[in-house]
């Protein structure tokens, strides 16, 4: 028997509209899907015109909370889902990402939330067809490394504004010994953006990155017309080498993973991309001024 796939959907206040993804997965995908879904900044309770309609359905959602992305399984899903409000979650693992495009019906009369809530249905219905097929990734990664190698290509170089490097070394310093993280954040393979994160789990050898923090910079590269190009971390007293665990959690494509090194002064950088698990070093240089 084929496993199921998991399947994530995620919306601000998980409240509605992923909650009723959720719940759809589950009356329409038994054994095709393992459903959840989740909120950037969760309002802690269902909204009570969803769970009626969902009770016009058969199903009782009444026993669901409003979660965070903190309080889902950190794993690899299938599939995620986002609802049209601007969530991309680049730091959720997933093999497959759509944005729906839901319109959110939680101020809407009954008949407009019905319609909304059949969207989804037609939606969900959609994707259990899809996943109930052999995913691209389980057959043949070829075509997906090709994808990559276009985003991030060969001779990619990373250019690294020398304000935002003392910014980073800064941030490292003011962590120490615990391990420091952020977003860097340019365009055409220049970093001219920094953003720090607060290292959730405040340790010296990993780090977790706040998902509120992750979203509002997000949400601000897109305002300001930037890409992510690096996720940055420090390496208080270790060379800057990427560590097993880094390597874990080096799951977001097409991005830089960048390492400032405490452990001898001036401090060190190392810049690398990762293929199939598998780190290789790639040129940074320092900039005086913006490109």
Not at 31 to 41: K, L, N, R, T
Not at 139 to 149: A, K, Y
Not at 212 to 230: C, H, I, P
Request: aromatic share 6%; glycine share 4%.
């Amino acid at each position: 028997m084929t496993k199921p796939k998991r399947a994530l959907f995620v919306c601000v206040e998980n409240s509605c509209r992923s909650q009723m993804a959720e719940a759809l997965a589950r009356i329409h995908g038994h054994g095709v899907v393992e459903p959840y879904s989740a909120g950037s900044h969760p309002l802690g309770h269902v909204n009570l015109k969803a769970i009626e309609m969902m009770r016009e359905l058969g199903y009782d959602m009444s026993k669901q909370k409003s979660k965070s992305l903190s309080e889902i399984p950190d794993v690899e899903y299938d599939f995620l889902a986002t609802m049209g409000c601007d969530d991309q979650c680049p730091f959720v693992r997933a093999k497959e990402r759509e944005d729906w495009d839901i319109p959110d019906p939680k101020h809407l009369p009954p008949d407009q939330f019905r319609r909304v809530r059949d969207l989804i249905q037609s939606k969900v219905r959609a994707l259990l067809e899809r996943l109930d097929q052999p995913h691209p990734s389980d057959v043949d990664t070829r075509e997906h490394d090709t994808f990559r190698s276009e985003q991030m290509p060969r001779s990619f170089k990373l250019t690294i504004l020398r304000a935002v490097w003392a910014e980073l070394v800064a941030s490292a310093r003011k962590a120490a010994p615990f391990e420091a993280c952020g977003l860097l954040a340019g365009t055409v393979g220049q970093v001219t953006k920094f953003y720090p994160m607060t290292n959730i789990d405040a340790s010296p050898e990993h780090f977790s990155m706040k998902p509120e923090e992750q979203f509002t910079a997000v949400k601000d590269m897109r305002r300001m017309g930037l890409k992510m190009l690096a996720i940055w971390h420090s390496h208080p007293s270790t060379p800057p080498r990427m560590s097993d665990e880094d390597l874990r959690l080096a799951f977001t494509p097409d991005v830089a993973y960048v390492i400032l090194s405490l452990a001898m002064e001036p401090p060190i950088l190392g810049v690398y991309r990762v293929r199939d698990g598998v780190p290789e070093r790639i040129e940074a240089t320092i900039a005086e001024t913006e490109r």
